[in-house]
């Protein structure tokens, strides 16, 4: 006889034998079947997609736009060395970071729009455009890159995501996301795993593999306080894989969502007079 077998809301019939006071599956089953339902068992219950997960991230840690006000703490073994900055944005297409402290670095600014990234150093008077090579390279000496703080890359567009499970970190429940660059992106990592809050898609982890598959760094996201009427970490911290004993902290003092701000801010001679 058939049976009805139900798995994430997909009806599959079974071909059942029965025998006297037993009821086994046929060995007839075909193995096709029997992988379907291994796949339909292991999509998450909560039905969303990995990219609407992420998209509902971005949207609750950014907003369609912000201002922030923040500190850089650079950990090294030998020395420390603190950044504070203020930074606006609109989607993901324009950024703007100034540096407002030490006295030496304040004035330096970063620009992004769409894929081009502009760099002004006031000692020189001088606006530098970034070539992607630079991407990878160390922000300002710590150990974010060019491309964490200002993203030429796009979390959405430019990775192929999965759901690989759920689990409970740091007291939350949370989906572990896989995140595989598209070909031919201009993206530094292999591989990127996080752990995103089931409730309040908060953004609680992040692990960055290189090319070969190996641990590049995790940032870990903690100090969970309310900005702006959201409930978000406050606090960003970046440790590499190989080194340890060093580490880079950004801490958030302040955050607005949803500013009022449009693209004609986010210009070449306003990174220059910006304060």
Known sequence: MMIPHHAGGVHILATVNINPGNMTLTKSLPVAITTLLVMLLCVPASGQDAAEII???????????????????????RYEREVSMRSWALEEDFSLILVTAPSRDEGTAFLKRHSEIWNYVPSIDRTIKMPPSMMSESWMGSDFT??????????????????LRTEEYEGFD?????LIPKPDTPIVWGKVIMWVSTDGYMQLRVENYDQRGELANTMNLDQIRELDDRTLPTRMTLTPADRPDQRTILTFQE??????IDESFFTLQNMRRVR
């Open 55 to 77: 998209r509902n991230m971005e949207d609750v840690m950014q907003g369609e736009s912000n201002y922030a006000e923040m500190t850089m703490k650079i950990e090294r073994p």
């Open 174 to 178: 949370c989906y572990v996301i896989e």
């Open 146 to 163: 060019n491309d964490d703080l200002v993203r030429e890359s796009s979390t959405i567009e430019d990775y192929e995501h999965q759901v």
């Open 255 to 260: 955050m607005e969502f949803d500013i009022d």
